[in-house]
């Protein structure tokens, strides 16, 4: 990796904006792609970066697709586009010219998304695929305002090669992002990586439903231990952060919301946002509905959230609209370990 390297990040959302803002703060190379109202907020007053020490207006490199003709042969394609996005981002991106020949299929390219899904989607264009784990408590709801509430470290990434394997390009982006505020470990087994994410992921969805602290808690052990049981039915392995993590993560505090406006993860800011195209229920949930599936084992609660959401989304219901009792009839009523 030289050190003519240039990120070209493809997705302006919450982590796709906040990885270019730490990258130019750490004067790195790098170029973000931005689209629709986003780009236009971008271009015409920066982006308001809201971290826990206060907020800063950055002035990012911003561009659309549609202006950037050409990739360089040193640049490394970032795609943090939600999954449900990510096919078409990569169609339209793989097949691109780049300068002094070659197509950008030809490139290393990194995905950010949730979900297994992502890297075998990659690797049907690209050669040269990472992967990566990323925990990042952000949001973005408001057309340049991009919120990431830990510090001093922005975010935990597991990054390496898929499907399997050793690579110096993610030992190489390791270093340079370890130096941009992250807290990334190379791995060669990213997959196992994505699985153990996963489990925590399938709780995204419960924070677009209404219902008692109870009740959740409830939901969501629920749901984790139903996406344990379809894993390991399905033969995939998960790591175990909490013996086999190396790198350093006391500097990743997540701080309280630094706003009083509503807000959560990933799958609650798709129902927040008006503009939002789709959501990830599918690539999350609905990637356990598929293992279940194939595999002749069931995942009810599951199944019941991917549906229920997938209606409410058609429907444009904002975030709590629907109750927790509507995944399953005994929902509320499923006891915590905790619960007497």
């Known amino acids: 990796m030289s050190g003519a390297t240039r990120y070209v990040i493809v997705g302006a959302g919450a982590t796709g904006a906040s990885l270019a803002a730490q990258l130019h703060e750490a004067g790195l190379d790098y170029i973000l792609v931005a689209r629709g109202r986003q780009l236009e907020a971008l271009r015409s007053d920066g982006l308001r970066y809201r971290r826990p020490a206060g907020e800063v207006s950055l002035r990012l490199k911003v561009t659309s697709a549609d202006e950037l003709d050409a990739l360089e042969p040193d640049d490394v394609l970032v795609v943090t586009v939600k999954t449900q996005d990510l096919d078409a981002t990569l169609a339209e991106w793989a097949w691109r010219p780049v300068r002094g020949g070659g197509l950008v299929a030809d490139l290393p390219v990194v995905t950010l998304q949730n979900g297994l899904a992502a890297e075998r989607k990659a690797l049907r264009r690209f050669r040269h695929v990472l992967g990566a784990s990323f925990h990042l408590p952000a949001s973005f709801v408001e057309p340049g305002v991009v919120e990431v509430r830990s510090a001093p470290t922005i975010a935990v990434v597991l990054l390496g090669r898929y499907p399997a394997g050793p690579d110096p390009l993610a030992d190489a982006i390791a270093a340079q ?24 992921n399938v709780n995204n969805a419960v924070d677009v439903l209404s219902g008692t602290p109870d ?3 409830a939901l969501k052990e629920a ?6 049981t379809v894993l390991t039915a399905a033969g995939v392995a998960f790591a175990d952060p909490s013996t086999e993590q190396t790198v350093d993560t006391s500097g990743f505090v997540v701080h309280p919301r630094l706003t009083d406006r509503p807000g ?24 356990l509905v598929l293992l279940a599936r194939l595999h002749d084992v069931d995942a009810p609660l599951n199944e019941a959230v991917q549906r ?8 444009r219901e904002p975030p709590g609209t629907r109750h927790v009792s509507e995944v399953h009839p005994r929902a509320a009523r499923i006891p915590t370990a905790t619960s007497p």
């Open 177 to 200: 992002w370890n130096g941009a505020g992250y807290a990334v470990q190379a791995t060669d087994d990213i997959a196992r990586w994505k699985a153990s994410k996963l489990l925590w």
């Open 223 to 228: 749901l984790v231990k139903e996406a344990r």
């Open 264 to 287: 959560g993860m990933s799958t609650w800011q798709s129902f927040a946002r008006p503009d939002a195209r789709g959501h990830e229920v599918d690539h999350l949930n609905g990637e």
């Open 308 to 315: 229920l959401l997938g209606r409410s989304f058609d429907l």
């Open 215 to 217: 009740e959740i808690a």
